[in-house]
């Protein structure tokens, strides 16, 4: 079964900088769109940052010109590296990637992290 891992979260001071890094391992088929997500308390998940697997990314408008979303396709890898954080970034920010089925793209499965907390402080 495929499934995907985050990493690197932690408490930043505002202005500061964090880099995440979501990798995905199983029985991987192939995988396209990855993605980063984030949540706070009483609050809908929403998106941060995606790339597919051509290259083409697409970001909040919350985070255009901080975050950078890039991935290693060869390992199946995405990062974020966020950049002059503010308290309001402070969230649980999970991976996300399609998986295709085994017989063709057409099928995908959604895959989530179990999420990593990230926490900045004024």
């Known amino acids: 079964q495929a499934q995907v891992q985050e990493s690197g979260g932690g408490l930043v001071q505002a202005g500061g900088s964090l880099r995440l890094s979501c990798a995905a391992s199983g029985s991987i088929v192939s995988i396209r769109d990855m993605g980063w997500y984030r949540q706070t308390p009483g609050k809908q998940r929403e998106l941060v940052a995606t790339?597919?697997?051509?290259?083409?990314?697409n970001y909040a408008d919350s985070v255009k010109g901080r975050f950078t979303i890039s991935r290693d396709n060869a390992k199946n890898t995405v990062f974020l590296q966020m950049e002059s954080l503010k308290p309001e970034d402070t969230a649980v920010y999970y991976c996300?990637?399609?998986?295709?089925?085994?017989?063709?793209?057409?099928?995908?499965?959604?895959?989530w992290g179990q999420g990593t907390q990230v926490t900045v402080s004024s």
């Open positions: 790339i597919t697997s051509g290259g083409s990314t």
């Open positions: 996300h990637a399609e998986d295709c089925d085994i017989r063709g793209c057409l099928i995908k499965y959604h895959l």
